[in-house]
């Protein structure tokens, strides 16, 4: 389904999974000086949005959209746009030590965190609105992940997902589902994992938000 910014003056809304994160707040600040309502769902609160929803610390995935979901459906939250803005990065080669427990947080950070975006627009996304997932780049290209193993599997299973959700059935064709496929983001978090990498040729938290919305004509 093509996605429409039409809305017969109402103010849209804009729910950021992930929202008080470095790219998330980003994404939600972009948002809301553009006019539009937000909501962010994440561990911590973020004090600019409109709407901040707190993913209960502990729970299974599962129970935790649940809980979600249900908080949406009470305070009658209709997003027009849901972005997922969650996810991390983490080196080591499958012969590494560390290895599984790598994976185990890749996974959490990026593919379930994009399943369960996609199980929140499922059930409360706007009809004919728009779903975002985070994809990556160096691991769409083809090129060399040996050394980032768990996080390539994670993005790989995400760039999947899209597929899958854009399928007709997938979101009961509702809704627009596009993969976005950026670079390294420039967040504290990616900092503090590659300290000497060079920061300058990353991409601004700022910048990615506003091309995901120059991109779907949203303002």
Not at 25 to 37: K, M, N, R
Not at 107 to 117: D, E, M, P
Not at 152 to 173: D, I, Y
Request: charged share 15%; proline share 3%; net charge negative.
């Amino acid at each position: 389904k093509a996605f429409s910014t039409d809305s017969d003056g109402e103010k849209r809304l804009c729910l950021v999974y992930g929202g008080a994160g470095g790219l998330g707040s980003g994404i939600v600040d972009t948002f809301s000086q553009a006019g539009w309502q937000t909501a962010s769902v994440d561990l911590i609160r973020n004090q600019t949005a409109d709407h901040s929803l707190l993913i209960p610390s502990g729970d299974a995935w599962g129970v935790a959209s649940k809980k979600i979901s249900d908080q949406l459906k009470e305070m009658k939250i209709i997003p027009d746009v849901i972005v997922n803005a969650a996810g991390g990065w983490g080196g080591g080669s499958i012969g590494d030590e560390k290895i599984f427990e790598t994976v185990d947080v890749m996974l959490s950070q990026n593919l379930l965190s994009a399943f369960a975006s996609g199980y929140l627009a499922s059930n409360h996304l706007a009809q004919n609105g728009l779903l975002v997932l985070v994809g990556a780049a160096a691991v769409a290209s083809g090129g060399s992940s040996s050394g980032m193993a768990g996080y390539a599997a994670a993005k790989a299973g995400v760039h999947n997902l899209v597929s899958t959700l854009a399928e007709e059935e997938g979101l009961g064709g509702k809704a627009t589902v596009i993969g976005i496929m950026p670079n390294v983001i420039d967040t504290p978090g990616n900092r503090q994992a590659m300290p000497n990498a060079d920061h300058d040729k990353w991409t601004k938290p700022s910048v990615f938000a506003k091309a995901k919305t120059a991109n779907f004509t949203l303002f």
